[in-house]
């Protein structure tokens, strides 16, 4: 299977807080959540649709798996949505070394070595492993080279706080442009996939 992401980042790369601030969020100074909400048009929301429904997997970090549980898993309203369909019908994977017992039907707990249990994923016949969310997953699994392809919905705000996609020091990617399209609404969807390293230019001694 083709590892996969879909995020919603802001400009300044923050990925934190997309649907809105929870109490953790608040208790840690975060107050800008809610920044996605209604951000992209019908023509993205169809989009982010059509991608869930044709992921053949789904593998989560613990916090999104436990958000996305709480609601696609547990909402009947949510359940029946085409987005929901999809998540509980697929096999889902949840990475977390605290989590113990998935209450998500079809949940399988990764824990032990990640990126051997990742490798042996991609390795079986499929279409698409899909991560949505999950920064803190997808950081790891770009500094383990694991990603086939990243699809960024950009959402045109500057947050100025809030944990962002993107280290501040963290393994240099260059990547190659796959599709792109802004919407309506100025929100952007971008689709990348990994090519290596960057190429930088040699220091000119002499300029120095």
Do not use: C
């Amino acid at each position: 299977m083709k590892l996969t992401t879909m995020t919603q980042i802001t400009i300044d790369g923050v990925v934190q807080g997309n649907g809105g601030a929870s109490a953790q969020d608040r208790g840690s100074g975060f107050d800008r959540g809610g920044w996605a909400k209604g951000a992209g048009d019908d023509g993205t929301r169809a989009l982010i649709t059509a991608t869930y429904q044709r992921a053949d997997a789904f593998l989560f970090g613990r916090r999104t798996y436990e958000l996305f549980a709480g609601s696609w898993g547990a909402i009947e309203q949510m359940r029946t949505d085409p987005i929901g369909v999809a998540l509980n019908q697929a096999p889902k994977y949840v990475a977390s070394s605290t989590l113990t017992e998935p209450r998500w039907a079809d949940t399988t707990l990764l824990s032990d070595d990640l990126a051997a249990a990742v490798g042996e994923l991609k390795a079986k016949p499929g279409g698409e492993l899909q991560v949505h969310g999950s920064g803190t997953l997808v950081r790891w699994l770009l500094a383990h080279e694991l990603v086939d392809e990243m699809t960024l919905i950009i959402v045109p705000v500057i947050l100025g706080q809030g944990a962002r996609l993107f280290p501040a020091a963290g393994p240099d990617i260059a990547l190659d442009l796959v599709d792109s399209r802004p919407d309506s609404n100025g929100v952007m969807v971008a689709v990348y996939r990994p090519a290596g390293r960057p190429r930088y230019a040699p220091v000119d001694l002499d300029a120095l």
